[in-house]
T-cell receptor, first 114, second 110 residues
Framework: GAGVSQSPSNKVTEKGKDVELRCDPISGHTALYWYRQSLGQGLEFLIYFQGNSAPDKSGLPSDRFSAERTGGSVSTLTIQRTQQEDSAVYLC????????????FGPGTRLLVL | KNEVEQSPQNLTAQEGEFITINCSYSVGISALHWLQQHPGGGIVSLFMLSSGKKKHGRLIATINIQEKHSSLHITASHPRDSAVYICAATASGSARQLTFGSGTQLTVLP
C-alpha cells in the first residue's frame, strides 16, 4: 500500500509570501503529525491531529503557522509571510491510532525562503 | 537540558565492527523509538519499544525503564548502515508527538 506522501517535494519562495504544504497520510491512520528539521538542527514537533479531537498546536513556532486536516485525512500546513528562518524540511508522519505506536514518515518538503 | 540525549554525536567504524548508540531521557515515556535517516532525508522507523529488547536482523534495541536509558546496537556493521540514527520518545500522558534526540551520524568504512 502507499506510504505517507507529501507535496511539493521542494518549494522555493520569496520572503513574505505564503506557502502551503500538503500531506497525505496512510489510509486508515487516524493520527497525523507535522515536524520540522532545520539545517543542522534536530527534528522538532509542530502540530498533531488525532481523529476529530482538537489538534495539539503546542509546537507551532508562531501564529504565522497553521494547519488543518480535512475529513480526517489530508492535511495542509500553511506558513504565512514566510521568513528566512522558516527554511527547513517539513516532515509529516502518520500512525494508526496515536497511542505512541510506530509513526510512518513522508519524504518531506524542502522549503527554501529567499 | 534536552529531554532526550543521544551519544555519541558522530561515530566512525570499520566494516564488521559492533556498534552501540546510547539514548537517555528525562521524561516519563510511553514508548521509545529508534529512527534511521539516510542521506536524502527519508526517515524510517526501526524500533518502537516500551520495555525489554527487540531484534530485527543485525539491529538490536534495548531499554531500561528504571535507568531511563536505551541503546541501539548494530552487529557486523556494513557501509550501507551509514546514516543518522535518531532516538525519540513518546511522553506518557496525552501528548503523542515525538521528542527527538539530536541524532548520531554513523559512518561505516569498508
Amino acid at each position: 500500500g502507499a506510504g505517507v506522501s507529501q507535496s511539493p517535494s521542494n518549494k522555493v519562495t520569496e520572503k513574505g509570501k505564503d506557502v502551503e504544504l500538503r500531506c497525505d497520510p496512510i489510509s486508515g491512520h487516524t493520527a497525523l503529525y507535522w515536524y520540522r528539521q532545520s539545517l543542522g538542527q534536530g527534528l522538532e514537533f509542530l502540530i498533531y491531529f488525532q481523529g476529530n479531537s482538537a489538534p495539539d498546536k503546542s509546537g507551532l513556532p508562531s501564529d504565522r503557522f497553521s494547519a488543518e486536516r480535512t475529513g480526517g485525512s489530508v492535511s495542509t500546513l500553511t506558513i504565512q509571510r514566510t521568513q528566512q528562518e522558516d527554511s527547513a524540511v517539513y516532515l509529516c508522519a502518520s500512525s494508526l491510532a496515536g497511542n505512541g505506536e510506530t509513526q510512518y514518515f513522508g519524504p518531506g518538503t524542502r522549503l527554501l525562503v529567499l | 537540558k534536552n529531554e532526550v540525549e543521544q551519544s555519541p554525536q558522530n561515530l566512525t567504524a570499520q566494516e564488521g565492527e559492533f556498534i552501540t548508540i546510547n539514548c537517555s531521557y528525562s521524561v516519563g515515556i510511553s514508548a521509545l523509538h529508534w529512527l534511521q535517516q539516510h542521506p536524502g532525508g527519508g526517515i524510517v522507523s526501526l524500533f518502537m519499544l516500551s520495555s525489554g529488547k527487540k531484534k530485527h536482523g543485525r539491529l538490536i534495541a534495548t531499554i531500561n525503564i528504571q535507568e531511563k536509558h536505551s541503546s541501539l546496537h548494530i552487529t557486523a556493521s556494513h557501509p550501507r548502515d551509514s546514516a543518522v540514527y535518531i532516538c525519540a520518545a513518546t511522553a506518557s500522558g496525552s501528548a503523542r508527538q515525538l521528542t527527538f534526540g539530536s541524532g548520531t551520524q554513523l559512518t561505516v568504512l569498508p
